[in-house]
């Protein structure tokens, strides 16, 4: 392969991967109430009708107080939880591991339905307090794999030594681990939110008619009448993420966070 | 693996067990005991054992939306893998930092719900925007038509689902691959292609079963794709799971087909653990 037929075909799957958002992008900024692209005129109400009109503005108070408070539980469970399996390890470690990272690994709609089914049974179906805590547990998986991939680059020598310096635990923990997994913990909580922000089966059935989320309010626009504010949250949407992630490669290293071997660096 | 076993971590596990227990384990069990349950007009269900929910699956309507849903996801994987291989492949020998910048948008495009996913492929697709018409502009077409929804439309949404998660899972593979044994078999007098087929592609198995099958899990999950740019006949399983429970207020059945499909991921996830260990096996 040269060097121009591997640099025309990422760029081939890059213009796939950007064309529909880049229509999006053009159809959000239309000034009549339609998507049409070419846009006709140019104009940013949309993105200030998002904030002004009630339905919308609604659904974004409520995605963000769920992303930050699902975030947050998220990494409330799974940051002991990472840090019990590193020091045990063994069979029941992995096999915790593997209980904290199923609800993400199944198929949406199931963990979805099981949530749905169990709201109904404890009383809370419908509200936003459900939402928040299914995200939760369906997103630790996210702040789980970061911080056991940050502690795997801890050095047990170095808390060998703070415990032979008669370091407790909770001192060990305070000043020797959690300053090293510090960005491992972050990046899980963005990706929580990220993710949160976005999801929509579980949102829909576990609270869909009481506590609306941007997605849901989306998808019932796509049924029920198209408007551009629909662009424009999309646009919101991918823009935070970039923002997000651009923020972790550039105080991370991603394609290490990614897997890659730090030595392979050209 | 790590020596150290002291008592005192044990209250560290409690809350994060307490919460998964609580809040994941108990709502599958409740999920499992409501599939034998039976629905109730106008309300939710009520205790019973029966195996209606199961004996719905013998019907033909069922037996076409299960061929509908696998052909469709076994489809989006084959065409995700063929592309996301060569693409982490050439990814993982860019420069790090276009490597970086190319993630960081791998990321982004994976972390967009199905929602936005779907509108923003109907948007393509359409008449009023998108290549309905550009292919008018161009004079491809004598009049701008819509392109969706329909079946290459559901494919393209799908595919455009499938491909970060494939990169992901490939990606760290191939930017592990050692760089010296193509090398070695060009050196040999292999032609880069050869070099590539007999060398670095049986090296990737393992990891290209893995996408082949968290794709396939992945799609054949997807429940809004179908409903945005399919026709009805194109509807998945979880499409069906989705309008059994809310719109059918027929959970129990919701919760069988669930169990099924949550058994058919299950059984595929464990069949690429197998599949990956044997490898493992065979090459030490």
Known sequence: MTLLLQRGFIGAVLVFLVAPLFVVAGVSVNRPKRLLFPPDGFSLKWYIELFVQNEWANALTNSVIIAMLAGLLAVAVALPLALFIWSRGGLLARALFGLGIAPFMLPPVVSALGFLVFWISVGLYGNILATIVSHAIFLTALPLVAISLGLEEVERPLIEAARTMGADRRTVFRTVVFPLIRPYVISGFVFAVVLSLNEYIIAYMVAGFTAETLPIRIFNSLRYGYTPIMAAVAVLFVLTAAVVFGAVAFLGDLPRLFGAHRSEEP | ?284
């Open chain 2, 1 to 284: 693996m790590n020596p150290r076993r002291e008592p005192a971590l044990w209250p560290l596990a409690l809350f994060p067990c307490a919460a998964l227990t609580v809040f994941f384990v108990f709502p599958f069990a409740i999920m499992l005991a409501v599939s034998f349950h039976r629905r109730v007009e106008g309300g939710f269900f009520e205790p019973a054992f029966e195996l209606s929910n199961y004996l719905r699956f013998l019907t033909p309507f069922f037996g076409k939306i299960l061929a509908t849903s696998i052909g469709l996801a076994a489809t989006a994987a084959i065409i995700v893998v063929v592309a996301a291989f060569p693409f982490s492949y050439i990814l993982s020998r860019m420069r790090r930092r276009a490597q970086s910048v190319i993630l960081v948008f791998i990321l982004s495009v994976l972390s967009l719900s199905e929602v936005i996913i779907g509108f923003a492929w109907s948007t393509l697709l359409s008449r009023t925007a998108g290549v309905g018409n550009l292919f008018h502009w161009i004079g491809l077409v004598e009049t701008p038509r819509a392109y969706t929804p329909g079946l290459v439309s559901l494919l393209l949404g799908l595919v455009y689902l499938g491909f970060p998660y494939a990169v992901l899972v490939i990606y760290p593979a191939v930017s592990r691959l050692d760089r010296e044994l193509p090398e070695a078999a060009r050196m040999s007098g292999a032609s880069p292609l050869r070099a590539f087929a007999s060398v670095t592609l049986p090296i990737m198995r393992r990891s290209i079963t893995g996408a082949l099958i968290l794709v396939f899990v992945f799609t054949l999950g997807a429940y809004l794709l179908p409903q945005v740019l399919g026709r009805p006949r194109h509807w998945t399983l979880p499409v069906h799971i989705t309008d059994q429970a809310i719109f059918q207020s027929n959970i129990p059945f919701a919760a069988a087909m669930a169990m099924f499909l949550l058994l058919v991921s299950l059984a595929l996830v464990g069949l690429s653990l197998i599949v990956g260990n044997e490898r493992q096996g065979a090459s030490t």
